[in-house]
């Protein structure tokens, strides 16, 4: 019997499940009545506050069940055809302010739990800079190997928009036109998020958001090339590629420690299961009496469950920056 669908529907509502690819036009049900669609009632709503003043022209349409807090439960373990990726095409995201709205849905969703939101704007680039480095949670970590990149990287990217306020250092980003996507390393990736997201959010949310991050990028470093190798293992056994994997496990640790600086995003959702599952659960404890004063994240269920929420709108974004041509699905009970 399928491990997903035998679960008691009571535990668990709410799946992080199937990647979606980049060219999947289903399930875009919130419409616009300009012709606009989209996958979420967060991100039709941005568009509608940004485009419409809030008023939704005639013909838009939404599902009835949009309620962007209903059906929120503990995920659920999903069994590897869940991990299947999509593969890389050419469409581009559906509209130019799309990484936009994905960062307005992680606040939306953040709205939900609490006011997360920061009461100042930050209009200079060197205010976000100062705000994005002073606040880093860096004693909230007894190594400084684990944040070390992301912070440089956050650092690093500042920099260039303080030098260049006009000139987006995205755009020197190397695009791999057979993938289409972008060949960034993932360090840089998650800094990019960070520094998008970080200074619209209060300093205790902007910690617990960096944290969350960092123990993302812990956890590839940890787990990516097992991850991969058995993706490209289970690719070559079930035909769907003639090239026989080669072993991507790194037999020394430190070296297995690069895994965010030597792979770009193509496979950064591989681990998400186990992420949420698993490396968690285990790690938030670690932290001491630091998690207990988490508000978003934790170790308990119900915190868990927000941050499933958190990684799916990660994927958004990661999808509409093009960092990767694959994304996450949630599916709740009614979809059973």
């Not at 130019?96 to 680039?125: A, C, H, M, W």
């Not at 090239?243 to 995003?265: F, H, I, R, W």
């Not at 508000?295 to 119900?302: A, L, T, V, Y």
Request: hydrophobic share 25%; charged share 30%; glycine share 4%.
């Amino acid at each position: 019997m399928d491990q997903v669908n035998s679960t008691n529907k009571d535990d668990a509502s709410v799946q992080a499940r199937a990647r979606r690819r980049r060219n999947d036009q289903s399930s875009r049900d919130y419409t616009c009545g300009c012709g606009k669609s989209y996958l979420s009632y967060p991100a039709l709503y941005t568009h509608l506050k940004q485009k419409h003043q809030g008023s939704p022209p005639q013909g838009t349409t939404q599902p009835n069940n949009m309620n962007p807090k209903a059906n929120r439960g503990r995920p659920k373990r999903l069994d590897e055809n869940d991990l299947k990726e999509g593969k890389s095409d050419d469409e581009r995201s559906i509209s130019n302010n799309e990484p936009d709205e994905t960062i307005e849905q992680v606040l939306l969703f953040l709205d939900s739990i609490g006011n997360f939101r920061s009461v100042i704007k930050y209009e200079k680039e060197e205010e976000k800079q100062g705000y994005l480095l002073n606040y880093f949670p860096k004693d909230y970590f007894n190594n400084c190997q684990d944040y070390q990149s992301i912070y440089n990287n956050i650092k690093d990217i500042t920099n260039e928009r303080v030098k260049n306020p006009d000139h987006d250092p995205l755009n020197k980003e190397e695009i791999d036109k057979d993938k289409n996507i972008k060949k960034t390393q993932i360090s840089k990736i998650l800094a990019y998020f960070l520094v998008a997201i970080g200074p619209l959010l209060n300093e205790d949310a902007y910690k617990e958001m960096a944290t969350f991050i960092v123990l993302f990028s812990m956890a590839l470093n940890e787990t990516g090339y097992q991850a991969l190798q058995n993706y490209e293992q289970e690719q070559y056994q079930q035909g769907d590629t003639d090239k026989k994997p080669q072993s991507l496990v790194k037999q020394d640790q430190n070296m297995n420690a690069t895994y965010c600086e030597e792979q770009n995003g193509e496979h950064i959702l591989l681990i998400t299961n186990d992420f949420i599952l698993s490396f968690l659960p285990q790690n938030f404890p670690k932290l001491g009496n630091i998690e207990k004063t988490f508000r978003i994240f934790g170790s308990p269920d119900e915190k868990l469950k927000n941050a499933v929420y958190v990684t799916q709108h990660l994927s958004y974004w990661l999808y509409a920056m093009k960092f990767t041509n694959s994304r996450l699905a949630l599916y709740t009970d009614d979809d059973q």
